[in-house]
């Protein structure tokens, strides 16, 4: 199984793969605490968006609501902690299986009635609009009130209550961002992995060699809310607090997913390039625009925006398919 | 905006506002500035505030209101002999990831206070920020009781919690229903389903009790914050046949509200607001006639303090036809506070500004009751709620007494009997 | 609660859904024909707000009157947008479309609030807050003249594509994107000129609107939400299911606002739309998929 990750990967990505990890793992020693919090960033966005891909860049199954899942985990977590003072690793034998049913739930209702392509996008949006609302008025996590968990002074890091500082928070994020493009690269290599490719291709043709498309299309939306909702409760210790407004909301959804679009659907490097990309475009914009003296607001969306736009016009299939061919990698995954 | 020189040193430096950029676009804006914040000098080294504030995305027009509040506050520093302040403006695009990675930026780049940032859960993340690094932080607007019983040591909030408003709100209710010998028997409460909403909701049944209050809350109805259309919940609410209004809403909300009001042809006795909206000036000048009569009792300015003279004339100076809000009024009184703890601490070591912001005691201010000062949670507890209400276009203060200038027009005139 | 109070919301709720329909028009028009789906569909519709506002502020013409010249306006928008930026992605798969047009829904949100500012803006005429009374019947007059003018916009959409040539080489493409490539018909012009006429109806659901909102910046991404939730509801591509589905939500919300808590209107809306979805996930009015 260990010697079939690696199968067909060339030297090259070897080598490019140690020296990004060295590199991470090295970061904090000489980053600033600004850049050490664009790197979590970075991280939670690379780590969402691989989960994300699952779904979509390998069984096709365009999801627009994986916000749902980040914020199942997080209030799933985040409320276990404040009422039981339950941790977030015991949380997350909750938080998964909370998500991994809403996920099951929505891939029960679009794939037995054949709903697909935009319709599904449309269902996951309208699934997670109905728990904004829903947690909106639900006591239990304080409703639209905000649900804070109580902050630890910052003396030491408790890994096991996730109470302490970001740095911690970054190397959790960065061995499970790890431990996720491992995974997913081995999914890739199993005859799930295959199975999925083939529903993405032509799912009728998938069907009728004999795959039982429900069940794989199940399994992918399953795995997907399942990985998605740890980053929910990292968020959730994170931040502190939740407000349903933030966490369930749209532009959360959206934000999420444009990182492995940008970077290569279906593809296990796009989702990091992405997220690296767009984060780092962002605060890049951010200082450009302050070095020139522009001080107004809303000109930075604008340029990120443009930006956007070139690279989708550019290169359709994302960065990472025309950046590997560019440095002479093979991209065998896609 | 060119580079100023060190001689007329103000504290504007950093930021090209809309206006200007616009005006001039490329040119000014391009010229501003090469380095990233001008370092002005003046007498002694500048305190550098951050201030981070929503002015893009959902929140912007508050943020920009707020900014307001940020631009006039240099002069007026230097007539109270206050030292410099050189502000380092930071967008926080209304999102609690930006909020958090730019406050780590400006404490990078050597910011010693932080201010802002209007929003509950993107305060609390700043909240987090400072206090992690040691950098104070005071909050110039944000009502989510939480944030201050974290056993905060570095986080100062100059802004009553949603209690506090309601305590205060009730007190100035009753103030008034004795000056104008009447009293509403039952009110429908509407409130906005949004943070503060809900925080002013869950705090009604606790508080309303203690004042013996002389009307009865019939019903309660909740809306929703992205809401269209709000004709259902006015047929609602007259349907009750209460014959007052309570009220927590936002700006648009309060607009759409009155219209409904107006076309459903529903006038209550009274509308009394908890929140933003009914006094602001986009409602006045949008409703014209209509927008006269509601109450709102709110975090205020005390209009006889002197100190709210000049603010008033400075922002109407900065931007005529703005008229004086609590969104200035908290921001100027933040950055007040940190001017006046630099000046007692006389350094701008964290923990020294920190001590000194929490032995505040500014008298000669611009809100409401005693003056500023902090209680052991980093809150100012002492802080009084206004009664203000729309008259011809114009806001007067009519409770409580001490801080009044005008008696409550009572009860509301009908929408129907307006010309 | 009386009847008549059941009777007002329910007649309210029927007239903003007809101008929500409208709106939600658009979307399907571009759906149907050219298989995009339009995520930039409310930015739009604020952008049709803000000339309308414009147009007011400077002129004072009425906003029921500017109707057509800024439909007209947004029609050539579309029609640019189709023909120089969307054309190349029509065979490109969803999620390329989707992030292509929320970078273009980005860009016109900020773009407007450095042009405008981000306070509300609203025009006021002559009739805005008129009510007509019948009975204990009280009709909101802007609603009604907007649901007048928007069920006027969608019959003579209609009229055009059936009786019009170019509106049946359009059906004819939408039909049958080979078919049409091979009896020689311009399909890109077409395809653009669908995509006018869709930005087109929603510049005019805008102009409506605009009596009966305030617009911000921000405005546009409930907008294009609600016109997903209306158009998957009544049936992507029909022209009836629009309209249909906007008042089915429109009703649906304010009845379940005014029954249950206003504040859990928009989950009844959902609602409805994962209903829809599991039983005729075609849409009410929406063909049979293939």
Redesign the interface.
Known sequence: MFARLFENVSRRTLVLLGVLLVGMFGAPLVA???L???LI?ILYFAYIGQAWNIM?GFAGQ?S?GHALYVGLGAYTAAALYVHFGIGPWLGLLVAVPVAALAGAFIGF??FR???G???F???T???A??AR??F??LSWT?????L?L??A??THNDLWLLRG??VMFYYVLLVATVLAFVFCRALLKSRIGYFWLAIREDETAARSAGIDTFRYKMIAVVISASMTSFAGVIYAFY???L?P??VFH??RS?EI??GP??GG?GTLFGPIIGAFLLTGMS?TL??AL?????????????F???C??LV??AL?DGVWPWLSRRIGLTEREK | MKRKSPSNSQTKTASVSRRTFTVGLGAAGFTAGIAPFNIVRAQGAALKVGVLLPRSGFQAGIGQDCQRGVDITAGLLKDMGLPNLQIMNADTETSVDVARSRAEKLIGDGAQVLMGAFDSGQSSAIAQVAEQKGIPYIINIAAAPPITEQGYKFVFRNFPTAGMILGGAFTAQKEIFAAVGAAPKTAVFLHVNDTFGTAMKGGIGAVMPKFDMPYKIVETIAYDPAARDLSVEISKAKATGADSLLLVSRLNDAILLTREMVKQRWSPMAIMSMGPGWYEDQYLKTLGKLSDGPLSFVPWYDPNKPLSKKLEAALAKAHPGVSLNTNHVYTFEALLIAADAYKRAGSADPKALADAIRATKITDNVSPGPGIQFDAKGQNDKLKISAIQNRGGKLVTVAPKEAANAKAEWPLKPYDKRA | MTFDVYLNVAVGGLLTGLVYGLMALGLSVIFGVVRVVNFAHGEMMTIAMYIAITLFQALHLDPLVMLVPVAAVLFCLGYALQAGIINPFITRPEHSQFLLLVAIAIIIINVLLILFGPDAQSVQTSYSYDSFQVGKLIVDATKLYAAGAALAVAVALYAFFRFTAIGTAIRACADNYTGALVVGLDVKHLYALTFGLGAACVGAAGVMLVLIVDVTPSLGPAYTLLAFVIVITGGLGSMPGALIGGVLIGVTEAMAGLIFTPSAKSMFAFGILVLVLLFRPQGIMGKKAA
């Open positions: 600033s605490d600004y050490l919090t664009v960033l979509m365009l627009l209702l679009a009635f054949k709903v392509g935009v319709y996008a449309i269902l949006i309208a699934v609009e109905f609302v829903g909106d008025h304080k409703g639209s009130s905000g804070f109580p902050v002074q910052y500082q970001p931040y502190n607090n407000f407004e933030q749209i532009s959206i997913i444009l679009i940008v659907v605060e951010i200082a302050a070095a020139l003296g522009v001080d107004l607001p809303g000109a930075k969306q604008v990120y925006g443009i956007l736009l989708i016009m359709p």
